[in-house]
Protein backbone atom coordinates (compact mmCIF):
# COMPACT_ATOMS: atom_id res chain seq x y z
CA UNK A 1 0.00 0.00 0.00
CA UNK A 2 1.17 3.34 -0.88
CA UNK A 3 0.10 6.80 0.72
CA UNK A 4 0.08 9.79 -1.39
CA UNK A 5 -0.24 13.48 -0.16
CA UNK A 6 -0.10 16.48 -2.50
CA UNK A 7 0.35 20.29 -1.83
CA UNK A 8 1.29 23.69 -3.10
CA UNK A 9 -1.72 24.24 -4.90
CA UNK A 10 -3.39 27.69 -4.36
CA UNK A 11 -4.55 31.24 -6.49
CA UNK A 12 -2.13 32.40 -9.07
CA UNK A 13 -2.19 34.99 -11.97
CA UNK A 14 -1.76 33.79 -15.19
CA UNK A 15 1.76 33.72 -16.25
CA UNK A 16 2.92 32.76 -12.55
CA UNK A 17 4.31 29.61 -11.17
CA UNK A 18 3.76 27.08 -8.64
CA UNK A 19 5.46 23.50 -7.24
CA UNK A 20 3.17 21.16 -6.39
CA UNK A 21 4.78 17.90 -3.89
CA UNK A 22 3.29 14.81 -3.58
CA UNK A 23 4.78 13.07 -0.47
CA UNK A 24 4.23 9.13 -0.69
CA UNK A 25 4.53 6.66 2.40
CA UNK A 26 4.56 2.47 2.17
CA UNK A 27 6.33 0.78 0.48
CA UNK A 28 9.44 1.71 -1.45
CA UNK A 29 8.52 5.25 -3.67
CA UNK A 30 11.86 4.79 -5.46
CA UNK A 31 10.47 1.21 -7.26
CA UNK A 32 7.06 3.61 -8.39
CA UNK A 33 6.52 5.24 -11.46
CA UNK A 34 4.63 8.32 -10.46
CA UNK A 35 2.05 10.32 -12.35
CA UNK A 36 0.46 13.65 -12.15
CA UNK A 37 -3.12 14.19 -13.69
CA UNK A 38 -5.91 16.93 -13.38
CA UNK A 39 -9.48 17.08 -13.62
CA UNK A 40 -10.83 20.65 -14.46
CA UNK A 41 -14.55 21.34 -13.02
CA UNK A 42 -17.16 19.66 -15.87
CA UNK A 43 -14.21 17.79 -17.75
CA UNK A 44 -12.88 14.20 -17.76
CA UNK A 45 -9.18 13.70 -15.47
CA UNK A 46 -6.58 14.00 -17.98
CA UNK A 47 -2.74 13.25 -18.23
CA UNK A 48 -0.18 15.96 -17.09
CA UNK A 49 3.27 14.27 -16.61
CA UNK A 50 4.64 11.00 -15.45
CA UNK A 51 8.61 10.18 -14.14
CA UNK A 52 9.94 6.63 -14.04
CA UNK A 53 11.87 5.32 -11.16
CA UNK A 54 14.49 6.13 -13.59
CA UNK A 55 13.74 9.62 -13.75
CA UNK A 56 12.55 9.13 -17.62
CA UNK A 57 9.62 11.86 -18.11
CA UNK A 58 6.58 11.99 -20.63
CA UNK A 59 4.76 14.79 -20.42
CA UNK A 60 1.27 15.91 -22.32
CA UNK A 61 2.15 18.38 -25.02
CA UNK A 62 -0.16 21.11 -23.74
CA UNK A 63 2.36 21.42 -20.83
CA UNK A 64 5.96 20.47 -22.35
CA UNK A 65 8.26 23.21 -22.09
CA UNK A 66 6.18 25.05 -19.11
CA UNK A 67 5.94 21.92 -16.37
CA UNK A 68 8.45 19.83 -15.25
CA UNK A 69 8.39 17.01 -13.55
CA UNK A 70 11.22 15.57 -10.89
CA UNK A 71 11.13 13.00 -8.17
CA UNK A 72 14.14 13.09 -4.86
CA UNK A 73 13.63 9.28 -3.91
CA UNK A 74 15.25 10.02 -0.55
CA UNK A 75 12.65 12.31 0.57
CA UNK A 76 9.86 10.05 -1.23
CA UNK A 77 8.64 13.27 -3.17
CA UNK A 78 7.40 13.78 -6.73
CA UNK A 79 7.14 17.20 -7.63
CA UNK A 80 5.66 18.80 -10.39
CA UNK A 81 7.22 22.76 -11.25
CA UNK A 82 5.00 24.55 -13.01
CA UNK A 83 5.86 28.18 -14.97
CA UNK A 84 3.98 29.98 -17.41
CA UNK A 85 0.90 28.92 -15.71
CA UNK A 86 -2.75 29.98 -18.10
CA UNK A 87 -5.90 29.99 -16.71
CA UNK A 88 -6.73 26.80 -18.58
CA UNK A 89 -4.33 25.04 -16.12
CA UNK A 90 -7.37 25.32 -13.66
CA UNK A 91 -7.80 21.88 -12.01
CA UNK A 92 -7.69 20.27 -9.25
CA UNK A 93 -4.33 18.40 -9.69
CA UNK A 94 -3.48 14.45 -8.56
CA UNK A 95 -0.69 12.51 -7.79
CA UNK A 96 -0.55 8.56 -8.70
CA UNK A 97 1.73 5.90 -8.15
CA UNK A 98 2.07 2.52 -10.19
CA UNK A 99 4.51 -0.39 -9.36
CA UNK A 100 5.61 -0.58 -13.43
CA UNK A 101 6.82 1.59 -16.32
CA UNK A 102 5.51 4.55 -16.54
CA UNK A 103 2.04 5.25 -18.05
CA UNK A 104 -0.16 7.98 -19.67
CA UNK A 105 -3.72 6.37 -18.87
CA UNK A 106 -5.37 7.53 -15.36
CA UNK A 107 -6.70 3.41 -14.92
CA UNK A 108 -3.14 2.30 -15.26
CA UNK A 109 -2.16 3.63 -11.85
CA UNK A 110 -2.58 1.66 -8.66
CA UNK A 111 -2.66 4.69 -6.07
CA UNK A 112 -3.82 7.84 -5.81
CA UNK A 113 -3.87 11.18 -3.88
CA UNK A 114 -6.35 13.43 -2.79
CA UNK A 115 -5.51 16.02 -4.83
CA UNK A 116 -4.67 19.72 -4.57
CA UNK A 117 -6.88 22.77 -6.08
CA UNK A 118 -4.76 25.24 -8.59
CA UNK A 119 -6.63 28.41 -9.82
CA UNK A 120 -4.79 30.37 -12.45
CA UNK A 121 -6.69 34.01 -12.83
CA UNK A 122 -6.59 35.75 -16.19
Known amino acids: QVQLVESGGGLVQAGGSLRLSCAASGRTFSNYAMGWFRQAPGKEREFVAAISWRGITYYTDSVKGRFTISRDNAKNTVYLEMNSLKPEDTAVYYC????????????????WGQGTQVTVSS
Open 96 to 111: AARSQFIHYKDYAYDY
